[in-house]
């Protein structure tokens, strides 16, 4: 058997392909296919822990790839995302093959010296993928029509030839200039390209749809390619593949608190903006809870006044990192360390995060600082981090028992690991968690007063901890936590609804 591919591709970055693959992998799993997601090369810092393809141990892969293999209701592996670039600053970024990091490199180096091994990962990935499922759907990256790069596009162009794939065009009306787009996109195709493309998908539309009419009309009597449907703007909750709709390092953002929650009532979580800052999808769980505002600030933000009406924050979260030491000297030189200990409320540290909040770092020279070898933390742990080239990628299935930010947590916990270096105390702690394998103590997490920091990504997907963090955080600034309001459905059948309007026996992957 060989699986049919549909190659979901875009005018731009950002214009909703990773949704609406999603979607079409939730819906042709419910009709009754067999799907594998797939995208050949992402960048992001958003990453899983998944298993290798080859069952030996575990690797990354981009969180769209994960979220859309939990939509098709497959085991997520790394064949769906077979080549990761992970920016790291500077124009480089850490290369990762097969799940496995191989190279930090800058752009020339990758396409000089590495891109025919990622393109021989592509081409097994998919083989694999397509030789047991019925359809491959598979992610495109940016834009199709970077003509600058058509002779070495995996994500696109080698993507649509190696899969003799279908093409559905993904363009976001949100932006303006939806119909140049779409129109410019399908004339800078390469010509084979351009015979695939079996229809147009108009993303994040408000308001009446029959406003678009005499463009959608004009774009197909022009291009002769169908616009197959316009689809409401709506966010099934699905993860961010990148911290695209984040805002830039000076500047401030904020995330949830549009749930009718009134503004005395909300809880304001602080979440600095590092400028190497990873796994930014850890934090959408708390946005989605009702009165829980993400403020993302600048370093060197006043935390004391970041919330409505100039409230101080309620509780801070330091997030993952690609590059600990560049960042954690940011923040140090913001005075970072100060705010957060004047805050007087629960902080905790993720991973990177959890780095910053202990005394020192050693061994920092790993990271290339250069004769740095031991940098000073933000010093609101007594833990010690020594980091080391081995890194721990893998799924983690933990126990906690519930101190500081997390009092009111117990029992099991669960996300995964991706990080260089181990973590010790170098005093008093708390050790809220242990782990199958023995480990246990600060090489996990640990707490002192209301600070705790954890190596576990996803801690705030598990809803006891999360309950417990946003209880925390109430109980801090005195007010009162409003009464949770029901339960949304599944994101992934929300996706599903939404694609619902896509003709599939049009783009060559279904039924009508």
């Not at 992610?139 to 995996?154: F, Q, Y």
């Not at 200990?341 to 993720?350: I, K, M, S, T, W």
Request: aromatic residues 4%; hydrophobic residues 40%.
């Amino acid at each position: 058997m060989t699986a049919r591919t549909l190659l979901v591709a875009g005018t731009a970055s950002h214009v909703g392909k990773s949704t609406v693959a999603a979607g079409l992998c939730r819906r042709l799993t419910d009709a009754g296919y067999d799907v594998a997601p797939f995208k050949a090369q992402n960048m992001s810092n958003n990453a899983r822990a998944v298993p290798r393809a080859d069952g030996e141990g575990f690797g990354e892969i981009g969180v769209s790839q994960y979220v859309q293999a939990r939509a098709a209701g497959v085991r997520p592996t790394t064949d769906h995302n077979p080549v990761l670039l992970k920016p790291r600053g500077d124009g480089e970024s850490q290369l990762v093959i097969d799940g496995e990091a191989v190279a930090d490199v800058p752009p020339g180096d990758y396409y000089d010296g590495w891109w025919g091994r990622a393109r021989e990962a592509v081409v097994d990935a998919h083989g694999r993928l397509a030789a047991d499922a019925d359809v491959v759907v598979a992610e495109g990256a940016g834009s199709i029509a970077e003509i600058n790069l058509h002779d070495r596009d995996l994500a696109n162009v080698e993507t649509a030839r190696v899969a003799d794939a279908e093409i559905l065009l993904v363009a976001d009306v949100e932006r303006g200039g939806v119909f140049a787009a779409v129109v410019g996109t399908l004339d800078l195709l390469p010509d084979d390209l351009r015979e695939r493309v079996r229809g147009v998908v108009i993303t994040k539309f408000r308001g009446d749809r029959s406003l678009l009419a005499d463009g959608v009309e004009t774009v197909e009597e022009r291009t002769g390619v169908p616009v197959l449907a316009v689809l409401p703007h709506d966010d099934p909750g699905l993860p961010a593949e990148d911290s695209v709709s984040l805002p830039a390092r000076g500047e401030r953002g904020v995330a949830g608190g549009g749930d009718g929650v009134g503004a005395d009532r909300r809880v304001t979580v602080a979440v600095p903006r590092l400028p190497h800052l990873s796994n930014a999808t850890d934090l959408e769980p708390l946005a989605r809870v009702p009165g829980v505002r993400v403020a993302y600030t600048p370093l060197d933000a006043d935390l004391s006044a970041v919330g409505p009406r100039g409230r101080p924050a309620d509780a801070a979260v330091l997030p993952g990192t690609k590059n600990t030491v560049d960042d954690l000297l940011a923040a140090r030189a913001a005075g970072l360390g100060e705010r957060l200990r004047a805050l007087d409320a629960p902080v905790v540290g993720l991973c990177g995060g959890y780095q910053f909040l202990g005394e020192r770092i050693e061994g920092a020279g790993i990271e290339g600082t250069g004769d740095r070898e031991t940098v000073p933390g933000l010093g609101l742990l007594p833990v010690v981090t020594r980091f080391s080239p081995e890194k721990r990628v893998e799924p983690a299935t933990w126990r906690v028992e519930g101190c500081g930010p997390l009092a009111g947590a117990a029992g099991r916990v669960e996300g995964y690991e991706i990080h260089a270096g181990e973590t010790r105390a170098a005093g008093a702690v708390r050790t809220p968690f242990s782990a199958p394998d023995g480990r246990a103590g600060a090489e996990l997490g640990a707490a002192r007063g209301a600070v705790l920091g954890t190596y576990l990504h996803g801690l705030f997907a598990n809803p006891a901890a999360r309950e417990a963090f946003v209880d925390a955080a109430y109980a801090g600034c005195g007010r009162e936590r409003p009464a949770s309001t029901a339960e949304r459905s599944s994101p992934y059948d929300r996706a599903a609804a939404l694609v619902d309007r896509i003709d599939l026996g049009a783009v060559g992957v279904g039924d009508a």
